[in-house]
């Protein structure tokens, strides 16, 4: 693999830590637990978009553009870090709220919904749940346009396009370049699977490093067989944009049993998952992505999947502003 092909930003001047979850580990008795700190990463809270913001902000820049517009649930991760890498190089930012749970989007809401405001958002369009959200962004950009010497750059949902994805490339190859400093050889790796291009991503940079390390997904929304398929159609495109080898089809697992009632509801399985690692390690979860998937992992655990004597790597993809819009779920 041949990253430095891609104009990249840097948004995380350090590699991101690589930890074992001793506490967590010895309380479920099974296999050794490590945890990918990508909640570390650079830009405003962190979280996995900073790594795909990398890459497509570089685009951006690459084309000209003066404004990011992008769509996202309520609390979105992605559009709070979007915003924030614009307002690092000085350009504007429109977002398109999804409000994908009817009933669910409060202007006044805290967690990230605050942090748009805070970090200084020029417009957010709310839309409902099954809108066209390519035209509804198409209709954001033409207004930019309608500004005199403005340009706008359009990032789909999650940043998970081909380059977006190619964030979790950088990821695979710095674990696994860690993983041979540290001298900690992992069996399997867990992360959630949302909109598919950290899943996507982190598979292709892992099969080209020829790292024989297993990813299991795991599910916040979308059912098993819809949610292979999309994770293994942009690992593929993902391949081509890189120039390595295609993505087996098996290697693409992304179980749905931890998703619950739907997208951003919240589990009995995701509470405990989050107050654990809290209470355990000190390390924040968030109710929508990594607490399911944590959530995953401790079950997988409990029903002999991963067993004493391997090494299980989980991958934090971030989240933690979303904690202070579900505090009455979470508080004890
Ligand atoms: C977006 C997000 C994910 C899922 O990543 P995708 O690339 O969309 O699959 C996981 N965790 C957090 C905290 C996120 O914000």
Not at 161 to 190: K, R, W
Not at 256 to 261: K, L, Q
Request: net charge neutral; glycine share 12%; hydrophobic share 40%.
């Amino acid at each position: 693999m041949n990253l430095a092909r891609f104009p990249r930003r840097r948004y995380t001047p350090h590699a991101t830590p690589l930890e074992p979850l001793k506490h967590l580990s010895r309380e479920l008795g099974g296999p050794e637990i490590w945890i990918k700190r990508d909640d570390l990463t650079g830009l405003a809270s962190g979280g996995n978009k900073t790594r795909k913001l990398e890459f497509l902000v570089a685009d951006a820049l690459a084309k000209g553009c003066d404004t990011l517009v992008t769509v996202g649930a309520p609390q979105s991760n992605h559009c709070r870090l979007t915003l924030a890498a614009a307002v690092k190089e000085g350009l504007k930012c429109r977002l398109v709220i999804e409000e994908r749970v009817p009933g669910t989007y409060d202007p006044k809401a805290s967690g990230n919904n605050f942090l748009f405001d805070l970090l200084g958002v020029e417009s957010i369009t709310p839309v409902k749940a099954g809108a066209d959200l390519a035209a509804e962004m198409q209709k954001v950009a033409e207004a930019v346009s309608q500004e005199k010497g403005r340009k706008a750059y359009i990032i789909p949902g999650g940043g998970s396009n081909p380059l977006g994805a190619l964030g979790y490339v950088t990821c695979a190859e710095e674990m696994m370049g860690q993983s041979f400093d540290q001298g900690v050889a992992f069996d399997h790796a867990v992360c959630a699977s949302g909109s598919a291009g950290t899943h996507a991503g982190f598979l292709v940079g892992l099969l080209g490093t020829n790292a024989h390390l297993p990813v299991t997904g795991i599910n916040v929304r979308r059912p098993r067989a819809e949610q292979e398929a999309n994770v293994h159609a942009l690992a593929q495109a993902t391949a081509e944009l890189l120039g390595v080898p295609a993505v087996p089809r098996d290697a693409v697992v992304a179980l749905d049993e931890w998703v619950g009632p739907g997208y951003s509801i919240p589990t009995d399985e995701m509470k405990a998952a989050v107050r654990m690692l809290a209470s355990l390690e000190g390390v924040l979860l968030d109710p929508v992505y990594t607490g399911k998937a944590m959530a995953g992992l401790i079950g997988l655990v409990r029903r002999g999947h991963f067993t004493k004597g391997q090494r299980i790597v989980f991958l934090h993809t971030g989240g933690s502003p979303t904690l202070y819009a579900y505090q009455d779920v979470l508080q004890s």
